[in-house]
């Protein structure tokens, strides 16, 4: 196993059992592995850590990762109907299907009034935080941060939702490398829940 694999393998360890994203899964790795620092050190890729995340469950959580997924593109599903004046997409692990228990749900919103959403669950009397990340290169991005109970799995589910520009949808739909979407629309996670019949 080479040191890039290596990475890979221990960084869907910490995605899997402890809900890191990919690039602070990959940190952690690189320290735990005592690789931290070293010169010409090469990082796996998102794909490269997707792969070894599926791996992981595939090894270690084949009969409950099932269960947890589906449970979390329900629930996605539902926020993504109560939100769906904002052309909701999923993206992260609940939508790519390596989601575990530990992990959010990542909605993307697009809107030209960025307080439409807030509003929104102001009428809808839901409990949020609001806040700011990095955008693409542009200014902050708005972000709303929910805590939503999952009886199916037994715990609170983090769902974070990120409030973008009808002009950033343009891309929202991109391909990977290998043609799989890094995001859906809630037709399309509705076909992953119900699928058409043949």
């Known amino acids: 196993m080479s040191g890039r694999e290596e990475l890979a393998a221990s960084a869907a360890t910490w995605v ?15 320290q735990h592995l005592g690789m931290a620092g070293q010169r010409g050190l090469q990082m796996p890729d998102h794909l ?7 791996e992981h469950l595939a090894l270690f959580h084949a009969d409950t990762q099932p269960v947890a997924l589906r449970a979390l593109r329900e629930l996605a599903a539902q926020w993504m109907r109560r939100l769906q004046e904002f052309e909701p997409h999923v993206g992260g692990a609940v939508w790519r299907g390596t989601a575990t228990q530990h992990s959010p749900i990542l909605l993307d919103l697009y809107t030209d009034d960025p307080t439409g959403p807030e509003l929104a669950l102001i009428h809808q009397r839901v409990s949020f935080e609001s806040g700011q990340r990095a955008g693409r290169g542009r200014e902050p991005v708005p972000v709303i941060g929910l805590q939503v109970s999952c009886a199916a799995i037994g715990n609170t589910v983090p769902i ?14 991109k391909p990977d490398a290998r043609g799989l979407r890094w995001r ?4 399309a996670l509705t076909n ?6 043949p």
């Not at 899997?16 to 602070?24: I, K, N, P, T, Y």
């Not at 859906?184 to 037709?187: D, K, M, P, S, V």
Request: aromatic fraction near 6%; glycine fraction near 6%; include cysteine.
């Open 48 to 54: 490269e850590v997707e792969d070894a995340v599926r």
């Open 184 to 187: 859906g629309t809630l037709q």
């Open 192 to 197: 992953l829940l119900y699928p058409p019949p």
């Open 16 to 30: 899997v059992e402890h809900g890191l994203d990919f690039s602070a899964a990959c940190r952690k790795a690189a």
């Open 160 to 173: 974070e939702i990120s409030v973008w520009s009808p002009e950033d949808q343009k891309g929202a739909l």
